[in-house]
């Protein structure tokens, strides 16, 4: 026994289900186009995530030559100091004494503290700003899965309930 024929759905219902059949229907004619804008979407981010790596390289580098200028400096603060050549504001030479060199290397080790924490901060927000891009990347890679399988269903449907159906022998 049919049981659509003896109870009828509501007109209701039926009108419900043909919006979403059209709306699956017609809404699908995009999603190679749609596809098309995720994957230039995703070569985006690709590339930033590319030119966010080589900055960081350069900003790496830098703080490399900051730390080797900063030492380099000390050492030729010792050897001016050493060899006579460092005055003070009267005129009266800088002995190399212990104080002096306790002093000079607790300024020096201020800095080298400093410019260490400036290299972790720099590269905690580079992290952060990877797993951004790659967050959004994966974001993409799941929206393209999901409209490749609303293209597959659309097409399927498209097929069953538009096709003329098939006599059976």
């Known amino acids: 026994m049919n049981t659509c024929t003896s109870h009828p759905a509501p007109a209701g219902l039926k009108a419900l289900l043909v919006l979403a059949i059209a709306g699956l229907l017609g809404g699908c004619t995009a999603a190679p186009a749609n596809l098309e804008l995720i994957s230039v979407a995703r070569v985006g981010l690709a590339q930033a995530a590319s030119f ?27 050897r001016r100091v050493a060899a006579g050549e460092l005055r003070r504001p009267d005129g009266s030479g800088v002995e190399l004494s212990a104080e002096w060199v306790i002093s000079a290397r607790r300024g020096y080790a201020a800095a080298r503290d400093a410019l260490a924490d400036a290299r972790r901060q720099n590269q905690a927000q580079a992290v952060l700003a990877a797993d951004n891009l790659a967050a959004a990347d994966e974001a993409l890679h799941l929206a393209a899965g999901l409209i490749l399988q609303q ?3 659309s097409q399927h449907l498209r097929r069953a309930l538009l096709e003329p159906h098939r006599s059976q022998p």
């Open 52 to 78: 966010q790596q080589a900055q960081q390289q350069a900003l790496d580098a830098g703080f490399d030559a900051q730390q080797q200028a900063l030492d380099a400096g000390f050492d030729a603060d010792v």
């Open 151 to 153: 293209h597959r269903l």
